[in-house]
């Protein structure tokens, strides 16, 4: 089977850091995505990971250990429009993503 | 500008009612394109692989002749839940796989389903 989990939810203060972490263990890999997705809207893609290491794009970086099977999304400088569900997905292969249980941020003032 | 067109946004239909949803590429042709389910708080799950010129890859537990599913172009693929029930209630999503792009998928704007 394939499992990606995620915590369900966090919470965290305007201004702040947040890591999001995933794990997961899938039958393949051939890359992992962060999305963010705001209620009732498809979901924007945020980064990509297919090697080791951390890939930083403005507030947002994401990091991928994949012996560990983990990987976390960093959000900087967070805004409140920041609030939104955070999914990590893994490219099992011909390009079908499997997504994770979502993560659903709540940024307070 | 958006990639992938999927229509209706919205249907609000009685039970036993046949709804079909359009997911069309844009400005590329999608030789395969994906439709996800999404129930509230949820994540995305995948129901099927839509293959042009092919039979559909169905998901495990999804069930092929309640979601029907036709690639009859290379820019269009469609979703019928048939005889739809409150069950079916749910937020759907299409995404094509755009060649040579640095992201895997492209995605719809999503279809929100209503059965009454």
């Known amino acids: 089977g394939q499992n990606i989990d995620q915590p369900t939810e966090m919470t965290a203060t305007e201004g702040a850091i947040v890591q999001i972490n995933c794990t997961y263990q899938t039958s393949g890999f051939n890359g992992l995505f962060w999305y963010q997705q705001h209620a009732g809207e498809a979901p924007t893609f945020l980064s990509y990971n297919v090697l080791d290491g951390l890939e930083e794009k403005g507030r947002f970086s994401s990091f991928l250990s994949r012996s560990k099977g983990y990987s976390y999304l960093l959000l900087k400088e967070l805004q409140m429009k920041d609030s939104a569900s955070y999914l990590c997905a893994v490219n099992t292969g011909f390009q079908k993503l499997v997504f994770g249980t979502g993560t659903r941020l709540l940024v307070s003032p | 500008g958006a990639v992938v067109s999927q229509h209706p946004s919205r249907v609000i239909c009685k039970s036993g009612t046949s709804v079909k949803i359009e997911c069309r590429s844009l400005?590329?042709?999608?030789?395969?394109m994906f439709w996800y389910r999404q129930f509230p708080k949820k994540s995305l799950m995948l129901m099927a692989t839509s293959n042009e010129g092919s039979k559909a890859t169905y998901e495990q537990g999804v069930e092929k002749d309640k979601f029907l599913i036709n690639h009859a172009s290379l820019t269009l693929s469609t979703l019928t839940v048939t005889s739809a029930h409150p069950e079916d209630s749910s937020f759907y999503i299409c995404s094509a796989d755009r060649p040579y792009s640095n992201q895997p998928q492209h995605f719809g704007d999503g279809t929100r389903l209503s059965i009454l």
């Open positions: 400005d590329f042709q999608a030789t395969t």
